[in-house]
C-alpha cells in the first residue's frame, strides 16, 4: 500500500554559509515555504555576528511575507553534526544543500559534506547544484523506477512533488544491469537472443512500473505526462546520464538503506550521482 500524504514537507531545513551563493541559497529555500506550504529551518555553522545576522535578517525581510515561518540557528561545531542534529531536534521533512559552481569546493562540498548529509540523514535531502535568485520553473522530473521496496513510495513522492512545483512532465526510468543479458553476441542468432531477453526484461519492468502508477490518485496525475524508459547499464551512472542527456531538471531517486544489501550497492550508485551531478538531485527516505 502506498502511503499518501497530502504535505510530504512540512518543516524543511537549509544549511548556509556566507558565499556568493547564500542569496540564491535562501530564495531558494523561501520559495518552498510556499511550494509545500512548510515552517523553515536556516542552519548557519560558524560564529555569529551582528553583521552576518542583519545580513540573512534583511535577506528575509525582503523575500518573505510569512517570516513567522522562518528559524534561524546559529552553531559552531561540524557542518555534518550540526545539520543532521538540528534535523533532527527540529522534526525535519527535508534538508537542501547548495553547492557553489566553483570546481574545487563543488567536488569537496557534494563529494564529502552532502555524502556524509545523505547516509546519516533520517530525512529526505535535495542538492541543488544551481541556485538561482529567479526562480527557473521544473519542467521535467526524472525518477528511478528501480525493483526494490522503496521505489513505489520514491515514484508517489515524484508526483506529489511534480504537482506542488507545477512539473508537466515525469519520466519514470528502469534500470536494468547488463548481468541481466548474461551471454555475449558472437554470431546472429546469439544477437536475436540477446535482443529478445532485452525485450522480455523491458516489457517485465515495464509491467512492473505501471502497476505502481495504477496505485498513484488520479488527482496527482493530472496535467502531467507520464513516460516510462528503460535503460541498460550500471545502476546510479545510467539514470544519472539520462537526465543529463534529456535535459531534467529533477532527480528523484531512492535513498540508500543502511541495513541491507542495497546499502552496500548504493555506495557506488552515488558516488555516480555526486561525482558529476547531472541537474539538481532529491534522494527520497
Known sequence: MINIQQNRFKTILIGIAFSPNLKSNIYEAIRMIDYFNAKLIL?????KSKDKEYKINSLIAGLSEQKEK??????????VDVIIDSAKKFEVDLIILGAMQ?????????????????RKAHCSVLLLIKPSEERVPCNH?????????????TILTSFEVAQNLGTPKITIVEEISQQEVSFS??????????ILRKEQLKRKEDLRVQDILKQI???????????????F??????????????????LIMNAPNKTSLWDRIFTHDLEYILSE?????????
Open 43 to 47: 542552519v548557519h555553522v560558524g560564529e
Open 70 to 79: 522562518i528559524t534561524t540557528i546559529w552553531q559552531e561545531g561540524n557542518p
Open 102 to 118: 566553483r570546481e574545487q569546493f563543488f567536488k569537496f562540498y557534494v563529494g564529502s559534506i552532502a555524502r556524509k548529509i545523505t
Open 141 to 153: 522530473i526524472v525518477v528511478n523506477g528501480l525493483k526494490d521496496k522503496k521505489t513505489k513510495e
Open 185 to 194: 553476441v558472437q554470431d546472429d542468432e546469439s544477437l536475436r537472443k540477446n
Open 217 to 231: 490518485p488520479e488527482h496527482l496525475k493530472n496535467n502531467i505526462a507520464i513516460k516510462t524508459q528503460s535503460i
Open 233 to 250: 547499464g550500471k545502476r546510479g551512472y545510467s539514470i544519472g546520464h539520462y537526465a543529463k542527456v534529456v535535459g531534467a531538471d529533477l
Open 277 to 285: 551531478l547531472p541537474t539538481d538531485v532529491l534522494i527520497v527516505r
